[in-house]
C-alpha cells in the first residue's frame, strides 16, 4: 500500500504540473523522476508571470554555483546581473567561475561585473577547505569565452537600480563587501532598492569562529554597512542553513540527469565530497546559497521573523557576529571607564531591521531545487 506520503508528494506534483502547463513556463520533468515521484515541484508561490529581478553578488564557491542554477531555471526570477567579489576564493577565481556558470547555464548574455577584490578594510580570508582551490570543487571547466563587462560592479548595480526604481533585489550570497561599495559610492541608492537578501549571519552561532558565520567574519565592516542600511533585508543565515545538506543520494540523482546544468551541478558536488572525504570531512555539504535564492521563489520554505539585527564589528574574537534582538531596549556595551563623557543613553528602542529565517522546511526545498535542476531545458 502506499504511504500518505506518496499521495501528498503525488497531488503536489499534479498540482505543479498544472501550473506549469497553465503557465507554460516550467519544462517537463524527466521520466525518471515521474517514476520515482520524489523530487516533484512544490508550490510556485511567487508569480512566474512577473519574476523578481534580481542581482546575483557571488563568489562561486560550489554552493554559489547550484544557487545560480537554481535562480536561472526559475520562472519566478530574472537575474538582471552578477557581480562576484572575493570570498570562497580570491575575485582573480570567483569572476571567471560566475562567467563559466552562466555559459553552462546557457546564459552568457547576463552581465557579469567584477567587484571588489578584498574587504573593506580587513585582509581577505578564503574557504578553499570547504570549496577546493579554484572554489568549484577542483573541477576543471573550460575557460569562459565571455568577458566581464567594463563597469565595475558598483557602477552596474548603482545604474541597473537607478534605471529601475524600487524594482530591484539584491541576493547577497558572499561577503557584503560589494553591496555596501554600493551604499557607500552613493548615499541616495538605498530607498531606490526594493530588498537585499543576504546568505549570512547566524543567531546560533557561527561555522568559521564560534560566533561568526563565514560571509560576515570576512567582511563585517561592510555587512555593518548593509544592515544599518534601512533597506527591507531579509538574512539567511546558518540557524537554517545547516539544515538543508545535500548527500550522495541527491547527487547521484543531479548526476543521472542529462542537461548540461545537472551535470555540472553534480559533477562540482562529486568532486568536492571526494575531495572532502579525503580530509575526513563530512558526507554532505550545506546547501547555504540555493536556500537563499529558494526562498524567493517559494517563500513557505522558510519561516521569517522581524528582529533588530546587529554585527559585531569591534570583537577580536567575535567580529562578524550577527546579535539579534526581538524585543527592547537595545543595549551595548557599557562604555569603558577612560573619563571621556558617556552617551546620554545606553539603550535604543526596538525597531526590526531585518526578517530573519528561523524555521526551514527541508523537503519542501530539496524537492524544489531537484526538480528545476534536472528539468529538461
Ligand atoms: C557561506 O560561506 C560560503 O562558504 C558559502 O558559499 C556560503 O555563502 C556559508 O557560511
Ligand atoms: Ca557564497
Redesign the pocket.
Known sequence: MRSDNFFRNRRDFLRASAVTLAAGALPAFPASLFASNKYSATSAAANPSKPQRIILDT?P????AIAFFLALRSPELRVEAVTPVS??VPLSLTLPNALRLLEIAGRADIPVAAGAATPLVRRLVT?KY??GNNGLGGVDFPEPKTKPVAETATELICRIVRANPGEITIVA??PLTNVATVLKSDSTIAPLIKSIVI??GSLSGG?VTPAA???LYVDPEAARIVFDAGIPLTMVG?DV?RKVVIHDEQVRTLEATQNPVSQAAGKILRANFNRLSKTGGAAGF?M??PLTVAHLIDPAIVTLKDYFVEVETSGEITAGETVGYTRGPIRRSPPLETGLPAPDSPEIDFKPNAKVAVEVDPDKFFRLLLARLTSAA
Open positions: 563568489d564557491g560550489v554552493d554559489d570570498g570562497n574557504a570547504a570549496h550570497i558572499g546568505m549570512g561555522n558565520e563565514f560571509n546558518l542553513t550545506a547555504h546559497d
